[in-house]
């Protein structure tokens, strides 16, 4: 049996990547305790777009910042049944809340947590009951990206029937904020980034099924460069990404699970220095029809340390 869940959560320290300082937060224990900690110290504003949301003492603090005078704007998911008593619970509160406009077949997948426009909290960890449990990577950034991040939030919220003012991008040359719908930045970075590694490429996924990526990945291993791929095992698409990957050189497993946790990570880290992450599987829903928001990070340092976790999971997986 994995010991993984028995170790102490650990905070990597703070990286400097170009004009931009980021705090790895590689597992739930660390980034709920980041959210709670900025949630208290928010003063002025806090933004959140999130998928799941069941969590009611996260609530509370976002309550707790509403009384005392801190202006909290909320994109909700209005597809996710779970969350909708929170989210209502919010708006009774006084919270503007507001539902991101959904097509058939898409939701907005997003996990987002801007406070005081000067940091924000990203990646692939929900705020549902289940999910500290669960296997997944954020960042808390400070500098430009965030000035990127809040225009993804401005974009939603006109896009969700509440105008206002966009701001320009910021320059950041070592963060790139990706989306999805609109767009499809974020199969386009995977594809790029796979294309262009020469030496290594370590995939932790939550789901992996698109067909595009699954054939750059087939064409990676066969030209030379080391495949490593960890998979969530109960995801059913999955089984058809071992079955293409292993027989082309690939090394796959599946997380052995110890409970009812989940591999929820949305991780790639290409020739160990460039990492994508956040909220899209590697699917084809994730990457054309969902709303998704990832992170492209060209810092060796930040590879490093999420590097350093995926190993604890493979390590502890099923070959």
């Known amino acids: 049996m994995s010991a993984t869940l028995a170790l102490p959560p650990v905070v990597p320290a703070p990286i400097t990547s170009g004009a931009d300082r980021l705090l790895p937060l590689p597992d739930g224990a660390t980034a709920f305790a980041a959210i709670v900690d900025e949630l208290g110290h928010a003063r002025r504003s806090i933004d959140i777009e999130l998928y799941e949301f069941q969590r009611l003492d996260l609530a509370a603090l976002l309550l707790d910042a509403q009384e005392r005078g801190v202006t909290v704007t909320a994109i909700r998911d209005p597809s996710e049944r779970t969350s909708r008593n929170v989210w209502a619970q919010l708006e009774q509160g006084g919270i503007r809340v507001v539902a991101f406009p959904l097509e058939r077949l898409t939701i907005d997948h997003v996990k987002l947590l801007i406070l005081d426009g000067a940091r924000a909290i990203v990646g692939g960890i929900n705020w549902g009951t289940h999910s500290p449990k669960n296997h997944d990577f954020d960042v808390l950034?400070?500098?430009?990206?965030?000035?990127?991040?809040?225009?993804?939030?401005?974009?939603?919220?006109?896009?969700?029937?509440?105008?206002?003012?966009?701001?320009?991008?910021?320059?950041?040359?070592?963060?790139?904020?990706?989306?999805?719908?609109?767009?499809e930045f974020i199969r386009a970075a995977a594809l790029a980034a796979i294309t262009a590694a020469q030496h290594s490429i370590d995939i932790e996924m939550f789901v992996l099924s698109d067909r595009l990526v699954l054939e750059a990945l087939v064409a990676a291993a066969r030209r030379g460069v080391h495949l490593r791929v960890l998979l969530d095992p109960t995801q059913p698409q999955n089984g058809g990404a071992f079955g293409l990957l292993e027989p082309a050189g690939a090394a796959v497993r599946f997380y052995r699970q110890v409970g009812d946790e989940l591999l929820h990570a949305k991780l790639g880290i290409f020739d160990a220095g460039i990492t994508l992450f956040g909220s899209c599987n590697w699917s084809r829903s994730g990457f054309t029809r969902n709303h998704e928001l990832d992170l492209l990070v060209r810092e060796p340092q930040l590879a490093r340390t999420f590097l350093s976790r995926m190993e604890q999971d493979w390590a502890a997986s099923t070959p």
């Open 141 to 183: 950034a400070t500098g430009p990206v965030v000035d990127n991040l809040e225009r993804v939030f401005k974009q939603d919220l006109a896009l969700s029937g509440d105008p206002g003012g966009i701001p320009a991008p910021a320059a950041d040359r070592t963060v790139e904020v990706l989306t999805t719908h609109p767009g």
